[in-house]
């Protein structure tokens, strides 16, 4: 089996109505801060760690993204040779150093779901995912590749988590953590092909957890602790075969915490305290947020 992370999942099927009417004809991933869409700072997020691979769930409307991630040869022979060329560059640089293949979603019944719906173009591999609509950014090393060290140590399924105020953990995935992991990279003979890539002194966030319990979207009473799980996971590919298992939970949706859970139980899903900001650009209070910062960043 593959052991190194070599894909990105983008489930990008979701309906967005928080964001309507702009996402009755606009995906919510295409949405831009400042001028770059969601999905592209995802995609460029991958890409820095190391990934090149790019599988793209999508839905009905959707079809903006893959014209997003493919040449415009039209406007290519425009703009050539004017001063406006400079604004495809970072586009350019993320097509040509990746590859995107794209599923769809026919009926929309929960992240799980669309993570299974993602099988055909992931396969029996390790695999990373990333929802667009939590940005996140760090002056280091992105939040992803900070999990892909991880993953070179413990070999199993990990999730970003942050901590929120109590009151809001009725929005997110929320897990309960033992044991404390050691972050710092121990390099052992036996392990080359990890020890080949790893870099000693890179810097990985606050801390890393064993999840013992995870729960969806409880009520602050019931919520084992504020530890959310946020738009970034890296996924062993038994995940495919107990998702198939997996019956719809909170909201009638298939859940990817109540299959993350299963393996949670086998002492093999790890939460990861990671370096950085995450704004949640699903809801327009983040997406405001996000769009403020990024703007202030670059005019600093
Ligand atoms: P959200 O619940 O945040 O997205 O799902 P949404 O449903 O599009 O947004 P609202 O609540 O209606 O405003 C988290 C991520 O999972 C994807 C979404 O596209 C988003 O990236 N998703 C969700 C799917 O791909 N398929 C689904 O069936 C559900």
Same mark, same amino acid.
């Given at each position: @089996?593959?052991?190194?992370?070599?894909?990105?999942?983008?489930?990008?099927?979701?309906?967005?109505?928080?964001?309507?009417? %702009?996402?009755?004809?606009?995906?919510?991933?295409?949405?831009?801060?400042?001028?770059?869409?969601?999905?592209?700072?995802?995609?460029?997020?991958?890409?820095?760690?190391?990934?090149?691979? @790019?599988?793209?769930?999508?839905?009905?409307?959707? =079809?903006? !993204?893959?014209?997003?991630? /493919?040449?415009?040869?039209?406007?290519?022979?425009?703009?050539?040779?004017? +001063?406006?060329? +400079?604004?495809?560059?970072?586009? =350019?640089?993320? &097509?040509?150093?990746?590859?995107?293949?794209?599923? =769809?979603?026919?009926?929309?019944?929960?992240?799980?779901?669309?993570?299974?719906?993602?099988?055909?173009? &992931?396969?029996?591999?390790?695999? %990373?995912? &990333?929802?667009?609509?939590?940005?996140?950014?760090?002056?280091?090393?992105?939040?992803?590749?900070?999990?892909?060290?991880?993953?070179?140590?413990?070999?199993?399924?990990?999730?970003?988590?942050?901590?929120?105020?109590?009151?809001?953990?009725?929005?997110?995935?929320?897990?309960? *953590?033992?044991?404390?992991?050691?972050?710092?990279?121990?390099?052992?003979?036996?392990?080359?092909? %990890?020890?080949?890539?790893?870099?000693?002194?890179? +810097?990985?966030? /606050?801390?890393?957890?064993?999840?013992?319990? @995870?729960?969806?979207?409880?009520?602050?009473?019931?919520?084992?602790?504020?530890?959310?799980?946020?738009? =970034?996971?890296?996924?062993?590919?038994? &995940?495919?075969?107990?998702?198939?298992?997996?019956?719809?939970?909170?909201?009638?949706? !298939?859940? *990817?915490?109540?299959?993350?859970?299963?393996? %949670?139980?086998?002492?093999?899903?790890?939460?990861?305290?990671?370096?950085?900001?995450?704004?949640?650009?699903?809801?327009?209070?983040?997406?405001?947020?996000?769009?403020?910062?990024?703007?202030?960043?670059?005019?600093?």
């Amino acid at each position: @089996m593959q052991t190194t992370i070599r894909k990105c999942l983008f489930p990008a099927a979701g309906y967005g109505t928080r964001f309507l009417p %702009a996402t009755k004809a606009i995906p919510k991933e295409m949405l831009p801060v400042l001028t770059k869409p969601l999905l592209q700072y995802g995609v460029e997020e991958a890409i820095e760690a190391g990934l090149n691979t @790019m599988a793209i769930v999508t839905g009905r409307g959707k =079809r903006a !993204i893959e014209d997003h991630f /493919d040449i415009s040869y039209e406007l290519e022979h425009q703009i050539k040779g004017t +001063s406006k060329e +400079s604004y495809l560059q970072e586009i =350019r640089k993320v &097509i040509t150093n990746c590859t995107f293949s794209y599923t =769809r979603q026919i009926e929309m019944k929960g992240l799980g779901h669309a993570i299974l719906t993602g099988e055909t173009l &992931i396969g029996e591999e390790p695999f %990373a995912v &990333i929802l667009a609509d939590d940005l996140c950014d760090n002056e280091d090393a992105g939040v992803l590749a900070q999990m892909v060290q991880l993953y070179k140590k413990y070999k199993c399924s990990i999730v970003a988590v942050e901590e929120v105020p109590y009151e809001d953990t009725n929005k997110y995935g929320i897990v309960a *953590i033992e044991e404390q992991l050691a972050l710092k990279y121990e390099f052992r003979e036996d392990e080359s092909d %990890a020890g080949e890539t790893l870099n000693p002194d890179f +810097s990985l966030g /606050d801390k890393a957890f064993k999840i013992t319990d @995870m729960v969806e979207k409880p009520s602050p009473q019931d919520a084992p602790s504020n530890l959310a799980i946020i738009g =970034r996971y890296i996924l062993t590919p038994d &995940i495919f075969d107990i998702l198939r298992e997996t019956k719809p939970g909170k909201g009638g949706e !298939i859940q *990817i915490t109540d299959a993350l859970l299963q393996q %949670a139980k086998q002492g093999k899903v790890i939460a990861y305290k990671f370096q950085g900001k995450r704004f949640d650009c699903g809801s327009v209070d983040g997406f405001v947020a996000a769009t403020n910062y990024f703007y202030n960043k670059s005019n600093a």
